[in-house]
T-cell receptor, first 112, second 114 residues
Framework: DAKTTQPPSMDCAEGRAANLPCNHS???????VYWYRQIHSQGPQYIIH???NNETNEMASLIITEDRKSSTLILPHATLRDTAVYYC?????????????FGTGTRLQVTL | DAGVIQSPRHEVTEMGQEVTLRCKPI?????LFWYRQTMMRGLELLIY????????DSGMPEDRFSAKMPNASFSTLKIQPSEPRDSAVYFC????????????FGPGTRLTVT
């Protein structure tokens, strides 16, 4: 699986958009970008994934650059409950190659 | 659905004792994963199963660790004998074999070996 690079930490004011970047310059054509987050003392939680098109769900939006070498997770209106470590993971979807390799992630602190 | 269920939630044991962690995946999921999380090493995959068959156990630290999945609704991770360096939070996750493969994690078992 391709390696990802994320900033170690970010701050965001409550109610503002949180934009979390991820670089994955060695991504292969059949690899998806997945985002998970881990709120303190809980198990990781799936947020969103995409291949090359931008994606949106009830939790967040995922913007993938045209060359697919980087992406941004957007939390449109961050709340205190969004304080967590956010992991960007690149891997092939489906089949037997389904394991996740977690890096160190970005620690997002949402403040009043 | 109740989600992935893990037991016990907390386990404190003495060095040398056997420890068994349990996991019930989401009904209908056919892949199951065991992860370990420590401050030093972060979140690392230990082993995963597809259709109850172990596929990749390269993350299992040593022979003291073993995992089984006797049926689609139950898995165990056993440590025998336990050591203080095994202290960590152990997560179980499950996913569907097909589709986007998003994994659903349980609440974890916090293991302390004294």
């Amino acid at each position: 699986d391709a390696k990802t690079t994320q900033p170690p930490s970010m701050d965001c004011a409550e109610g503002r958009a949180a934009n979390l970047p991820c670089n994955h310059s060695t991504i292969s054509g059949n690899e998806y970008v997945y985002w998970y987050r881990q709120i303190h003392s809980q198990g990781p939680q799936y947020i969103i994934h995409g291949l090359k098109n931008n994606e949106t769900n009830e939790m967040a939006s995922l913007i993938i650059t045209e060359d697919r070498k980087s992406s941004t997770l957007i939390l449109p209106h961050a709340t205190l409950r969004d304080t967590a470590v956010y992991y960007c993971i690149v891997r092939v979807a489906g089949g037997t190659a389904s394991k996740l390799t977690f890096g160190t992630g970005t620690r997002l602190q949402v403040t009043l | 659905d109740a989600g992935v269920i893990q037991s016990p939630r907390h386990e404190v044991t003495e060095m040398g004792q056997e420890v068994t962690l349990r996991c019930k995946p989401i009904s209908g999921h056919n892949s199951l994963f065991w992860y370990r999380q420590t401050m030093m090493r972060g979140l690392e995959l230990l082993i995963y199963f597809n259709n109850n068959v172990p596929i990749d156990d390269s993350g299992m630290p040593e022979d003291r660790f073993s995992a089984k999945m006797p049926n689609a609704s139950f898995s165990t991770l056993k440590i025998q004998p336990s050591e203080p360096r095994d202290s960590a939070v152990y997560f179980c996750a499950s996913s569907s074999y097909t589709g986007p493969n998003e994994q659903y994690f349980g609440p974890g078992t916090r293991l302390t070996v004294t």
